[in-house]
Nanobody, 115 residues
C-alpha cells in the first residue's frame, strides 16, 4: 500500500511551463512503473508519461518532446516537467504507481492552460 500526493498544478498561458510533483508515503523502489496520467472533462484517462525502475521512459506522441518524467527512489518522488503547454493539455493529472497488476493513484491536481 502507498499513498500518493500530487502538487504543482495550476493555471498557465499557452507556451508556459509547470512542474508537477508526486510524493509517496512509502518506498517506491518496489514499484516497477511510476507514471502520470491525465483526464480531461468528458474524456478517458490517458497515459502522459511513464518511467520504469531502471529509468526507461515512455511518452505518447501528444507530449513527446515537451514533457519529461523523472523519479527519485531515494526521495520517493516522481516529477513531471511540462514545457510548451497547450490548451489541450488542460486536465486533472494523476500520479500512478504500479506493482504487478496493482495500481495506486493519487487524488489528482488540476492543470489549466489558457490560449
Amino acid at each position: 500500500q502507498v499513498q500518493l500526493m500530487e502538487s504543482g498544478g495550476g493555471s498557465v498561458q499557452a507556451g508556459g511551463s509547470l512542474r508537477l510533483s508526486c510524493a509517496a508515503d512509502a518506498s517506491i523502489s518496489s514499484f516497477n512503473t511510476m507514471a502520470w496520467y491525465r483526464q480531461a472533462p468528458g474524456k478517458q484517462r490517458e497515459l502522459v508519461a511513464q518511467v520504469t525502475l531502471i529509468g526507461t521512459t515512455n511518452y505518447p506522441d501528444s507530449v513527446k518532446g515537451r514533457f519529461t518524467v523523472s523519479r527519485s527512489n531515494a526521495e520517493n518522488t516522481v516529477s513531471l516537467q511540462m514545457n510548451s503547454l497547450k490548451p489541450e493539455d488542460t486536465a486533472v493529472y494523476f500520479c500512478n504507481a504500479r506493482r504487478g497488476t496493482h495500481d495506486f493513484w493519487g487524488q489528482g491536481t488540476q492543470v489549466t492552460v489558457s490560449s
